[in-house]
Each structure stands twice: as structure tokens, then as C-alpha cells.
């Protein structure tokens, strides 16, 4: 066995050897797969061998996509049969929330090439003759879709990895990792060391035992998943005599299952709710095409509603249960890139949907690895997206929740119950008992929004159809039982509400807790020089000074956003989004100078952040503090310790609201004194607390960008619209050179600002397609209803052609066409007076 390689990929399932085929691809032929058993002897020898490329998530779209393209065009490369059948995929609806979620979908799919048709009930009869249609809306079909035979699948990316200089050794243990003080890796197995640059773990039901080698916590457990195959019907092989085509993979979503044809009987695969997780702590060594005892049990009221659509099902023997692991994550979707706090560790783990997402998730990581940058915006993957709060018990109660969910409705508002409440601020119970619907980010309970007194959603919305199998429409009940939060795809029971948030921020004074930001200092003799190097802004030179400022990547990409503040000589002090607390970090702590020149320190949990906005917000802070808050002595993006009554805070003059407003950085100890002193001092003023969905609404109102939707490593800095961010002229800084030569060569999208007319109960979300005079030209990123404005809004990127104010175009909400017109960037208050009142 080598000595030595440039990458080490551990696991030889799907996964790990089309990571090796597609390093092997970008020329990096030094590079070896270690398989402790055989090749697919993992989950992949079981799975169905189902390619969906339904996904509401960008990053898992784009690599179900490619997946499915290379897929195709593997057999003439290797001269391998792979056993791809394109017999496409029908998504069947039975209810209005259904119809919308995929007619959502359709638009997300549009913008990332995916082709999607239309069905009608008469039209699945058509093509699924064995499906009854009684109740049915439609069905969603892609045409592309099908299934593949895993096993063949691999062994034809091993032929092609090999062909391109790859090794492979099976039957070859890995038994440690170490790392040499000059970063190189070491892999111990049961043949020898391998020396390494790189190490990819593609470890499947082992990805827990392998990150503990190298002291890290991968937020991966697998949960049991069964499928039932039955003996051949006289129907179906009469089709196949005939020579008619195969019918397809049938799913009925609202019952939680798929359908397809196996040699000439059927495959019924269950997404069953109380599915408990295995292997948590890892497979036993002898492990290798295991299976679990059956357990049919679970699946009896699932099986009913198959026989009940498809007949056929029910009349015909059973062949074999099958009862395997398949790997979950806390959201369902894969962990795909660089592992938080190692450097050259990369993870390609969590794979619910490995057959499916193995050729795209190869393809990103080896691109990533090669080129320093995946092609495609991968926040939506990034193993950093948890953080330390996601052990082992969190694992098990949200990993079985998500494969629970996998067929439920995904409402852009959802916010599942499981493992919650975990990480609660102290203000917690303040904002409860004031009304407080909370959502999570990064583990943390946030306000989304403040329910009135007594508030209900009526008995008769609560349900999904009646079926007892189908997901909720509502968040969990409050503790006295109370439903008061309906989730849909169009304006829900909350609309209002965050309306009247708004209104009061407007008119009056809100309060809003944002502890959840990620917070750091950066501190040490070259942290000023260090900081000017990284992001595209000035940082700031004056103490007490606040910037926004922007990390890139080489190509010009965005990164990452942070806020700037600085505190004294070379101590900055940077905040940025919570939920990207972890890969923020990383990023920064992984490019820290090797000579101690520079020192970061993680603070999240050491301050709080209350904001405090509207135009009544400085005559509140004043009674509560000496300092003078007049707009001459504290001016906008400045920021300075002050007393509040007898606590203290950093309070900087900023927010995201765009209305006069201040956020107050304080001791998390002393934050329940601060919310007190602010809520007795602002009674006079109106002042009420306010949400995460209203704080949105506001900053769409202010064209604010967010990552990863306006600002992504997919669209260069100027792309999206930051050019008062961005100081070529400052000197050199990551990405400068990239976003310089983009603007010479000519943008390709722009960022514009839309007024969307003529809605009445829905608004954009993000993701949905721009169209002029029919064809496709750009993509909605985040939209909702502008309450300052009376207008619904949407923020999208356009091809610059049709970026000019006044342009008219076109957006599909749900699939209904509605008219957009660019309109001015900040359409309110675009000269900022209120922020700088």
C-alpha cells in the first residue's frame, strides 16, 4: 500500500468513490480510497437506487442535477452498465397546501434548469394506469427522473477513478488519524500509515466513530428506513410483454411514500413517523451488508393508503422487507465540505439521500479541494451550519424528527418542535409571557413574532386534510394547549400581527433581542493590518467607529458579512448572522497568521444584543443614561460604552430596520436588568416588542442584503449591488483582484429592487423565477409585503439588461404570473434620514 497520497478518502460507498472519480477527474490523480469491508457494503448495497430531484433546498437541487446529468453519461465513459432507468418521477397532491409547496418547488427548479411538468388526474391515470386518482388535484412529474442500481453505480465510478490513476484498497481498516506538526496527515490502518495533505470522510454509518479520531463532532446519526418488495403482478409483467413503458416512481407525499416498478412487482418505500435511530454509537467492526429485524407494525396504516391508491399493491406476495440505516442530519440534508476547526479535513457525510446526492456532492467537494471554492452557492450543505450544541441526545430526537418529515409540507415558516427549547437568552420568559412565538437559529430560541393575548388559530384550520399520516400546517401547541401559529405558502394567521410590529416600530419604539448574533474580538498588534487584508471595506480607523464589511472569496464571491466595531487600538470587535455563527469563525480562526500576531476570541455567549428602534428609541435610552444621544454628540455608525440605569452596554448606533435605532451589546448576565429598565422607561412611548419576521419585512423595505440569497459566492460583490462596500483602491484584500477584473469584463446579474403588483394573499419568498416577455432572466432572493410602503416587495438578481429602473417584467408566485417593475434601491426612506435623525 502507498506511503503516501495527496488525498485520503475514508468509506467506499457511493459517496466516498465518486469523491475519488471526481478528484481523480480535476487531475489529481495521487489520491486513495480505504474501504474496511467491501465496496457498498455500508447503506449503499440496500438503498432503492431512487434519484429525486425534488429538494427545496438551492445547494441539494444543484447537486441532485448534476447527479442525475452524470449519471447518464457514466456508461459511455466506463463501458459500465449502471442500470439508470429514466422512467421519470410523479408527485402526486391532495390537498391546496400540497398544490403549493410544489408549484413553489416548480419555481425553484426553473431557475436551476430542472425540467418540472404539470399534471392533471386524467393525465396520471395515463401514465400510472394502476393508480386510482380519486381525491387528487395533480401531480408534479420530472421527466429526467428514475432510479439507478447503486451497486452498479459504484463499481462503474471505481472503474472510471481507476482508469484515471485512483487506488483503491477494500478490506482495509482505518484505525487512527493523526496530524504532523507541519499540517500533513496520518492515516493508521490495519496495513500502514498513509501520509496525506487531505482527508475526506465518506464514512457513512461511521461518520460519528470517525470524527472522534480527530476530536470532532460530526451531527450525523443514521434512523432505520424500510421498504417492502413484493412478487411480480400479472399486470405489470404483462406491460412489460407488451412493451410498454415502465410506469415511473409514484410518491404520494400526503401518505409518505413511493412506488415503483421491480421486476415486474413493486417497491414500496415508508417515511413512517416513531422510525428510531440506529448505530449511535457506530456499527460493531464486523459490520458489513447488515440489515435490521423487520417491522411491519409500523408500516400497517402507510401500507392501507398504498393499497388504497394503487390496488395492485394489495394483491400481490410479499418477497422481502428490507430494514437498513440510512444517514440523517438535524434538517435531512447532507454535511458536504471543510470541517469546522481542522484544517484540510473535509466531510462528505449525512447522506439521507446518498444515490441521489453522491455524484454532485463528489463533484463540489472535489472542486472545492482543488480550486479552494465549490462552483455553487454550498451554504445550504456546509458541515458548519451546527454547531456544539448538536450532540448526541439532539441528535436522535431531531435526526428521527427530520426522516419523520421527509414527505410532510415544507412551509418556508416552518419550525419543527423537536430538541427545542435548547439554547433560551435570559429575556426568554419575558418575551413568553409578552407573547413571544419563538423560532431557532443555531440552536437559540428567538422571537419570530408576538402573539395578542388569547390568541387562536380556529379549530377548523388545525390539521393537514384530516389525514392522520400527514404532517402538521401549525407550529406545536403552547403550553395551556393553545395552536396560535397556521404555517402556509401564502399570508398566514401571523400577517397581521407582524404588521402591527411593524407600526409600532414605525411610530413608536420596539424592542427586539438578536443575542443569537455570532460576536468575536480581534485583538493583538497586526489585528487592524490582518482585518484591512480580509474583507473588501475599510476597516474601521477611529475608535468608536462601526462598518459594514465584507469577507470574499478569490473569485470575488461573498463570503461572509460582518459587522466592525472598534472598540480601542487593535481591538475590533466583529458580529455577524447566527445562524452561520460556526463557518464564520472558522473561516476567520483558520486564517489567523501562524506568528501569535493576531488573537480571536469567540464571545456569542459572553454578550447579549437587545435592539431598541423607532423614532421614539433616544428619548427612551435618555432617561436611562448620562451620555448625551443628541445626533450631534452620537452620530450613526458610531458606538461607545455606555451606562444603562445601573448595567452597561456597548451600544452602537445601527440596526436593521431602517429607522432610528440603536443595538446595546451587553453582559449577558445583565441582560433581564436592561430589558426591565428599557420596558418600564419606554412605557410612556409606546414601546413593544417585536420580531424576527417584522425586523424582515423592515430590512426588505431597505433592500438589505442577506447571505446566502443576495449575497453568495455564486454572485460577484459588484453583482450584488456593493459597491459603496468595496475600496479596490484601498489595497490589496482577498477577492480585490476578482471583483476588479468582473466590473472590466462586465457583470453578469444585477441586483435589483421589484414592486410586485396586484397580490392579494401571497408574497415572494426567495427562489422564484423573473421572466421577460417569457423567457427566464433572473431569480427572486427574498421577498415579502413592504407595511411602511403598502407595497409587496421582492429583491432579486436580473441580467443587467434588465436592471433599469422602471423596467417592467415578470414573477411566478405559486405558479401564478404577477407583474414586477424595478424600482428604486431602499424604496423607504432611500436618503437614510430616519436612520440619521
Known amino acids: 500500500m502507498e506511503e503516501r497520497a495527496r488525498v485520503v478518502v475514508i468509506g467506499g460507498g457511493v459517496v466516498g468513490v465518486s469523491t475519488l472519480y471526481h478528484l481523480a477527474k480535476k487531475g489529481w490523480s495521487d489520491v486513495v480510497l480505504l474501504e474496511r469491508k467491501e465496496l457498498t457494503s455500508g447503506s449503499t448495497w440496500h438503498a432503492a437506487g431512487l434519484l429525486p430531484l425534488f429538494n427545496m433546498s438551492y445547494s441539494v437541487g444543484q447537486i441532485h442535477k448534476y447527479s442525475v446529468k452524470f449519471y447518464g453519461e457514466l456508461e459511455e465513459e466506463t463501458g459500465m452498465n449502471v442500470g439508470f432507468s429514466v422512467c421519470s418521477n410523479i408527485r402526486l397532491a391532495r390537498t391546496k397546501d400540497r398544490w403549493d409547496e410544489y408549484m413553489y418547488y416548480a419555481g425553484v427548479a426553473e431557475t436551476i434548469g430542472v425540467d418540472v411538468k404539470i399534471l392533471t388526474p386524467e393525465q396520471i391515470k395515463e401514465i400510472w394506469p394502476l393508480c386510482e386518482t380519486d381525491g387528487l388535484l395533480g401531480a408534479i412529474q420530472h421527466p429526467e427522473d428514475g432510479y439507478i442500481q447503486p451497486a452498479d453505480l459504484t463499481q462503474a465510478m471505481a472503474k472510471g477513478a481507476r482508469d484515471l490513476g485512483a487506488k483503491i484498497h477494500r ?282 393575548e388569547g390568541h387562536e388559530v380556529p379549530k377548523e384550520e388545525i390539521g393537514a386534510g384530516g389525514d392522520v399520516l400527514m404532517g402538521d400546517n401549525h407550529a406545536a401547541p403552547l403550553e395551556d394547549g393553545r395552536i396560535v401559529e397556521k404555517w402556509s405558502f401564502r399570508r398566514s394567521n401571523y400577517f397581521e400581527h407582524v404588521g402591527n410590529e411593524v407600526k409600532n ?76 455563527e460556526a463557518h464564520d469563525h472558522d473561516y476567520l480562526q483558520k486564517a489567523l497568521p501562524n506568528d501569535g500576531s493576531v488573537q480571536m476570541q469567540p464571545y456569542t455567549e459572553g454578550w447579549g ?11 427612551v435610552l435618555q432617561k436611562l443614561t448620562r451620555t448625551d444621544l443628541s445626533n450631534d454628540a452620537f452620530k450613526w455608525l458610531t458606538g461607545r460604552e455606555v451606562s444603562i440605569g445601573p448595567a452597561t452596554a456597548h451600544l452602537l448606533r445601527m440596526n436593521f430596520v431602517g429607522e432610528l435605532g440603536y443595538e446595546l451589546h451587553h453582559p449577558i448576565e445583565q441582560q433581564n436588568a436592561i430589558f426591565d429598565l428599557l420596558m418600564e422607561a419606554g412605557a410612556e412611548f409606546g414601546i413593544k416588542p417585536f420580531g424576527i419576521r417584522a425586523m424582515t419585512a423592515m430590512a426588505i423595505e431597505k433592500s438589505y442584503r442577506l447571505i446566502p440569497r443576495e449575497l453568495s459566492i455564486e454572485y460577484n460583490a459588484y ?51 423573473i421572466y421577460k416577455d417569457g423567457k427566464l432572466i433572473g431569480r427572486a432572493t427574498s421577498g415579502g409585503y413592504g407595511w411602511r410602503l403598502g407595497k409587496s416587495v421582492a429583491l432579486a438578481m436580473v441580467k443587467p439588461e434588465f436592471s433599469a429602473l422602471g423596467t417592467e417584467l415578470e414573477i411566478k408566485l405559486l405558479g401564478e404570473p404577477f407583474k414586477v417593475t424595478v424600482i428604486e434601491e431602499s424604496p423607504f426612506d432611500p436618503e437614510n434620514e430616519r436612520l440619521r435623525a
Open 505 to 580: 416600530v414605525h411610530e413608536n419604539v420596539g424592542l427586539l433581542d438578536m443575542s443569537a448574533f455570532a460576536k468575536c474580538f480581534i485583538t493583538g498588534p497586526g489585528a487592524e493590518a490582518w482585518l484591512d487584508g480580509l474583507v473588501a471595506n475599510r476597516v474601521p480607523k477611529n475608535v468608536g467607529r462601526v462598518n459594514l464589511c465584507h469577507m470574499l472569496t478569490e473569485g470575488g464571491g461573498v463570503r461572509a458579512e460582518f459587522t466592525i466595531y472598534k472598540i480601542a487600538d487593535q481591538r475590533y470587535y466583529l458580529v455577524s448572522a447566527g445562524a452561520f
Open 171 to 452: 478490506n482495509t481498516a482505518v484505525t487512527g488519524i493523526s496530524q504532523k506538526d507541519n499540517g500533513e496527515w496520518v492515516v493508521h490502518t490495519d496495513k500502514g500509515d498513509i501520509t496525506c495533505e487531505h482527508i475526506v470522510s465518506a464514512t457513512g454509518n461511521f461518520a460519528r466513530n470517525t470524527g472522534k479520531m480527530v476530536g470532532l463532532n460530526v451531527p450525523v446519526i443514521p434512523v432505520e428506513h424500510q421498504f417492502i418488495v413484493t412478487e411480480p403482478h400479472p399486470d405489470i409483467v404483462a406491460r412489460h410483454k407488451a412493451g410498454l413503458p415502465e410506469m415511473g416512481v409514484l410518491r404520494e407525499s400526503d401518505s409518505a411514500w413511493y412506488l415503483r416498478e421491480e421486476a415486474g412487482g413493486l417497491i414500496l418505500g415508508i417515511y413512517e413517523k416513531n422510525a428510531p435511530c440506529c448505530y449511535i454509537d457506530g456499527p460493531s467492526d464486523t459490520s458489513e451488508f447488515e440489515l435490521f429485524p423487520e417491522d411491519i407494525d409500523r408500516l400497517t396504516p402507510y401500507i392501507e393508503t398504498a393499497i388504497e391508491r394503487v390496488p395492485a399493491f394489495g394483491e400481490v406476495g410479499v418477497k422481502q422487507v428490507y430494514n437498513g440505516a440510512i444517514c440523517y442530519t438535524p434538517d435531512g440534508s447532507p454535511i458536504i465540505g471543510p470541517a469546522p476547526g481542522l484544517k484540510n479535513f473535509w466531510l462528505n457525510e449525512g447522506h439521507s439521500f446518498g444515490i441521489t446526492a453522491a455524484g454532485g456532492a463528489g463533484w463540489q467537494i472535489a472542486e472545492w479541494i482543488v480550486d479552494g471554492e465549490p462552483t455553487i452557492d454550498m451554504m445550504g450543505v456546509d458541515p458548519r451550519r451546527f454547531g456544539p450544541y448538536a450532540t448526541e441526545g439532539y441528535l436522535i430526537e431531531k435526526n428521527e424528527e427530520a426522516y419523520a418529515n421527509v414527505f410532510s409540507t415544507h412551509y418556508p415558516d416552518e419550525e419543527r418542535a423537536a430538541a427545542r427549547p435548547l439554547k433560551k437568552t435570559p429575556c426568554y420568559d419575558r418575551m413568553k409571557a409578552l407573547g413571544a412565538v419563538f423560532g431557532s437559529v443555531y440552536g437559540w430560541e428567538r422571537p419570530n413574532w408576538f402573539a395578542p
Open 609 to 619: 444584543v437587545l435592539v431598541l428602534a423607532g423614532p421614539k428609541s433616544r428619548e
Open 719 to 769: 453583482e450584488s449591488g456593493l459597491d459603496r462596500f468595496v475600496h479596490p483602491n484601498k489595497g490589496a484584500f482577498v477577492g480585490r483582484d476578482a471583483v476588479v477584473q468582473a466590473k472590466a469584463d462586465g457583470l453578469n446579474w444585477n441586483f435589483v429592487t421589484l414592486e410586485v403588483h396586484d397580490v392579494t394573499d401571497t408574497d415572494a419568498r426567495g427562489s422564484e423565477a
